[in-house]
């Protein structure tokens, strides 16, 4: 079936309802295009089950304390023991003396042959020399046993320390060996607990994309749905096939807004014109891609697309809406199990009440509207 009338008018609502029908196509395949970027997310998700595990906290430090250095008895470094060593050398001495004297006496004496008084001075020398000999010996003595007692009492308090230091080290590491134990043990409970929640998160995310996919199922009848009825609304015009685009209804629309176009023919004759310059591209694909490219010889269809996107953003977060309830619904938190049963009747029921399927139904309707003023 042709156009019935080729008059201006006539050719130009045509054209303006041609466009309707190819902007809703093109919402239609924008809303299953998001959507489906929603189904691979879910779907890497399910298939991103397998995480590195998490490592092992470090363990708790033990805050030893050293002990000091065991006192040791260096005779080299004591002043008693070097003042008793001078009395010693000094009594040595005097010993020596007593018995060089001792030797004068008896030569003096003739051997006690006389009185030990007529030796001389050599007898009061031999008392003095036996009571110096006498008082360093004992004299060393006294200063070694003061050292002795105050190495032993060094000894005792550094035993003392150790001892303390020693019970507070084995306390810090009691005391960590309990937090490594509890902190161990909080660690296993945390990472099974992850493990269950990384259970049902995915699937969870399983039964979104399942969701996902019921969803696009809707969207691609509604998209064949709408394809057949565009296809209608071609078969009254001449318009080539190569030419039925949602960007060309665009192009032949605006030739008629402007009055460069009487008719449909004139229109496809103004586009090929553009494309043989370069305002017009041979593809869709080559406007996705580079919009800026046609920006100023396109500016009504390059609009549309940033607002076709905005409405499919809308329509994914519905669509994101009826998954994430569904699968709340039909998964089991404590095993992630899924119940398929709750998946189809809980998608068939919230998706009938949803904006998306009211869009859906009224995208058609339009497009039936306009093949009924068509007759097609």
Same mark, same amino acid.
């Given at each position: 079936?042709?156009?019935?009338?080729?008059?201006?008018?006539?050719?130009?609502?045509?054209?303006?309802?041609?466009?309707?029908?190819?902007?809703?196509?093109?919402?239609?395949?924008?809303?299953?295009?998001?959507?489906?970027?929603?189904?691979?997310?879910?779907?890497?998700?399910?298939?991103?089950?397998?995480?590195?595990?998490?490592?092992?906290?470090?363990?708790?430090?033990?805050?030893?304390?050293?002990?000091?250095?065991?006192?040791?008895?260096?005779?080299?470094?004591?002043?008693?023991?070097?003042?008793?060593?001078?009395?010693?050398?000094?009594?040595?001495?005097?010993?020596?003396?007593?018995?060089?004297?001792?030797?004068?006496?008896?030569?003096?004496?003739?051997?006690?042959?006389?009185?030990?008084?007529?030796?001389?001075?050599f007898g009061e020398l031999l008392t003095v020399f036996m009571v110096f000999t006498v008082s360093g010996v004992i004299g060393s003595v006294i200063l070694r046993i003061i050292e002795s007692v105050r190495y032993k009492e060094e000894m005792?308090?550094?035993?003392?320390?150790?001892?303390?230091?020693?019970?507070?080290?084995?306390?810090?590491?009691?005391? +960590? *060996?309990?937090?490594?134990?509890?902190? !161990?043990? #909080?660690?296993?409970? @945390?990472?099974?607990?992850? =493990?269950?929640?990384?259970?049902?998160?995915?699937?969870?995310?399983?039964?979104?994309?399942e969701v996902y996919e019921l969803e696009k199922a809707k969207i691609n009848t509604c998209i064949m749905t709408a394809e057949n009825q565009t296809d209608k609304l071609y078969s009254v015009s001449k318009i080539p096939h190569s030419l039925?685009?949602?960007?060309?209804?665009?192009?032949?629309?605006?030739?008629?807004?402007?009055?460069?176009?009487?008719?449909?023919?004139?229109?496809?004759?103004?586009?090929?014109?553009?494309?043989?310059?370069?305002?017009?591209?041979?593809?869709?694909?080559?406007?996705?891609?580079?919009?800026?490219?046609?920006?100023?010889?396109?500016?009504?269809?390059?609009?549309?697309?940033?607002?076709?996107? +905005? *409405?499919?953003?809308?329509?994914?977060? !519905?669509? #994101?809406?009826?998954? @994430?309830?569904?699968?709340? =619904?039909?998964?089991?938190?404590?095993?992630?199990?899924?119940?398929?049963?709750?998946?189809?009747?809980?998608?068939?029921?919230?998706?009938?009440?949803?904006?998306?399927?009211?869009?859906?139904?009224?995208?058609?309707?339009?497009?039936?509207?306009?093949?009924?003023?068509?007759?097609?």
């Open positions: 079936m042709t156009i019935q009338r080729d008059d201006r008018e006539y050719s130009a609502s045509y054209a303006e309802d041609l466009l309707s029908a190819e902007k809703n196509l093109f919402l239609l395949r924008c809303i299953r295009n998001s959507i489906q970027k929603k189904y691979d997310e879910s779907t890497d998700t399910a298939l991103s089950s397998n995480e590195q595990p998490e490592e092992k906290p470090k363990p708790v430090e033990c805050k030893l304390k050293r002990v000091p250095e065991k006192p040791s008895q260096n005779n080299s470094k004591s002043k008693m023991i070097f003042f008793s060593n001078i009395l010693m050398q000094f009594s040595v001495i005097c010993c020596v003396l007593l018995f060089v004297d001792f030797i004068a006496v008896l030569i003096a004496t003739g051997f006690f042959s006389k009185a030990l008084a007529e030796s001389g001075v005792k308090s550094w035993l003392a320390i150790k001892e303390q230091i020693e019970k507070y080290n084995l306390e810090e590491i009691k005391k +960590s *060996e309990e937090l490594n134990r509890q902190q !161990n043990k #909080q660690f296993y409970k @945390n990472a099974q607990l992850r =493990k269950v929640e990384r259970m049902v998160d995915v699937f969870m995310a399983q039964a979104k994309a039925r685009r949602v960007d060309v209804a665009f192009m032949l629309n605006s030739y008629f807004a402007d009055g460069s176009a009487k008719t449909v023919s004139d229109a496809v004759k103004l586009y090929n014109s553009a494309l043989e310059n370069g305002s017009a591209a041979p593809r869709l694909s080559d406007i996705l891609d580079d919009k800026e490219k046609y920006a100023s010889t396109m500016p009504d269809f390059i609009e549309y697309i940033d607002f076709a996107g +905005s *409405e499919a953003a809308k329509a994914t977060e !519905n669509a #994101q809406y009826i998954a @994430n309830d569904v699968a709340a =619904k039909a998964v089991n938190k404590e095993t992630g199990a899924i119940n398929q049963g709750k998946v189809a009747n809980e998608f068939r029921r919230t998706y009938a009440e949803s904006k998306l399927s009211a869009l859906m139904d009224e995208i058609i309707e339009k497009n039936r509207a306009l093949t009924d003023k068509y007759n097609v």
